[in-house]
């Protein structure tokens, strides 16, 4: 008797597995690729909150490009909407602090491009067990606004859970959300598989685009980031605002109790009608007047240091120069110090010396890498006049003594005028750049800009604008 004839149930079984093995391998360049969906077909992410459906009937050629532009625009199909998706809701999740909770399903149904761009849409249905949300994406979306569409959906998805009405996210929120997973992870979440990231010594600054930006143009007020203009939400206000409200979601995360206090914000916006308050109780403060001091300080931080917390090359050599300035009794107004040292008692020398220094080596540890040879050429330049007049051993009766330009006085003079020019040349070429070892202009000539344009404008969408 043959082994099959024994054992008809595990012969069965066997079959049945190696045909659902070969409906898998039949199915799995769909869920891949998901370059088209069979009608009345759906794609079910991981964890069940999307769905995918599409009215894709032919595959785009050049389905990605490989670029890291946030404008660049890309080609979405089902399978890799719903990758993306769930990308991006895992870091959206470890940015918020919190597990998978989800209570509202959100549907994602893509449209073929056409000769009129579509774009994005949202609409929210409120049913017995709960809010559902359908979102429209076109075909072809730009990089950073495919990934803004479906944060926007989450935003409004986390809020509105125990909410019968309809929650208004902020723009500020929705837009600095996005920036900061864009920034972050955009490039491996909108790049195709087969295409290499390369990153030059160190990780891309996550807020260099919006230092960059926030450096060369005065920010936005957290009251203008709640109720923009059009005229602020347009052109080179876009980008400014982009820059601001990427940055105050990042500020906001960074508190201690950052992302609890985040989540509490989105809990407490149902409860209001204006933002603002809700943001005053999720928060505990008591007026706006508090949350403005408290961001104008965290602008003031932001543009004055780079990403390692160092200061600018603008604030160094203001301090540097504020050191070197002295004050004596017989002039009106401070002197440079190869000017004023030389006029004083040498118990003054003394005093006033040993605080320069001091005050050297503490710039020294917050300056860029450009001005650390120079800081340390003021130090060595004033010590080494230090050393030779014998100031720290100095006694009682040489304190009150006034001692000639001499010798020893003509070389610190020579000394701090070169260094001098040399602190002007610095001052003209502006802030370095000097977070991959490099010194390159921050300012440089004007090109097209790399970030997206305004949200389109939608009657009832994730993307409307005030």
Not at 43 to 52: A, E, H, N, R, W
Not at 372 to 395: F, P, V
Request: charged share 20%; net charge positive.
């Amino acid at each position: 008797m043959s082994h099959a004839a024994r054992h008809p149930a595990r012969t069965a079984h066997r079959w049945a597995g190696f045909l659902c093995a070969l409906l898998w391998l039949a199915w799995l360049p769909i869920v891949s690729g998901a370059v088209v969906l069979p009608a009345g077909k759906t794609l079910v992410s991981t964890s069940k909150q999307f769905v995918i459906t599409s009215a894709v009937t032919q595959p785009a050629p050049n389905a990605l490009t490989p670029t890291r532009s946030a404008t660049n625009v890309i080609t979405l199909t089902p399978g890799r909407v719903v990758i993306l998706a769930e990308k991006i809701k895992t870091i959206y999740l470890r940015h918020l602090g919190t597990t998978d909770q989800w209570g509202g399903q959100i549907l994602l149904h893509l449209e073929p491009a056409g000769s009129t761009p579509v774009a994005p849409e949202m609409k929210r249905t409120l049913y017995r067990d709960g809010w559902q949300y359908r979102v429209t994406l076109p075909e072809r979306l730009s990089a950073v606004d495919s990934i803004r569409v479906i944060v926007d959906a989450l935003l409004e998805e986390t809020a509105q859970r125990y909410s019968r009405q309809p929650v208004e996210i902020p723009l500020w929120l929705r837009v600095g959300m996005a920036e900061m997973i864009w920034a972050s992870d955009g490039v491996s979440l909108t790049s195709s598989a087969n295409v290499p990231v390369m990153f030059d010594t160190l990780h891309p600054d996550p807020l260099g685009e919006a230092r960059t930006t926030l450096q060369l143009h005065k920010p936005y007020t957290f009251g203008d980031l709640c109720l923009p203009t059009r005229r602020q939400l347009a052109a080179e206000g876009w980008q400014i605002f982009r820059a601001s409200a990427h940055l105050l979601t990042a500020e906001l995360l960074l508190r201690p109790d950052g992302p609890a206090q985040l989540r509490e914000f989105l809990r407490q916006l149902p409860r209001y009608r204006n933002s603002e308050l809700a943001f005053l109780t999720a928060y505990k403060y008591e007026n706006m007047l508090a949350v403005e001091q408290w961001w104008s300080v965290a602008l003031t931080q932001f543009r004055s240091r780079d990403r390692f917390r160092r200061w600018s090359t603008k604030l160094s050599v203001q301090r540097i120069e504020e050191v070197l300035m002295i004050e004596t009794p017989t002039d009106t107004k401070p002197q440079r110090a190869q000017i004023a040292i030389v006029q004083m008692k040498l118990g003054d020398q003394k005093q006033r010396l040993a605080q320069i220094l001091f005050q050297l080596r503490s710039i020294q540890v917050n300056a860029p890498p450009s001005l650390i040879k120079l800081i340390n050429d003021y130090h060595e330049a004033l010590h080494a006049y230090y050393q030779q007049r014998g100031l720290d051993s100095l006694s009682p009766e040489l304190a009150i003594q006034t001692v000639p330009e001499d010798a020893v006085a003509r070389r610190l003079r020579e000394q701090l005028d070169q260094l001098d020019t040399i602190l002007i040349d610095i001052s003209l070429l502006g802030d370095m750049d000097n977070s991959l070892g490099k010194t390159a202009p921050n300012n440089p000539p004007s090109a097209p800009s790399t970030g997206p344009k305004p949200p389109f404008p939608l009657p009832a969408g994730l993307l409307q604008l005030p």
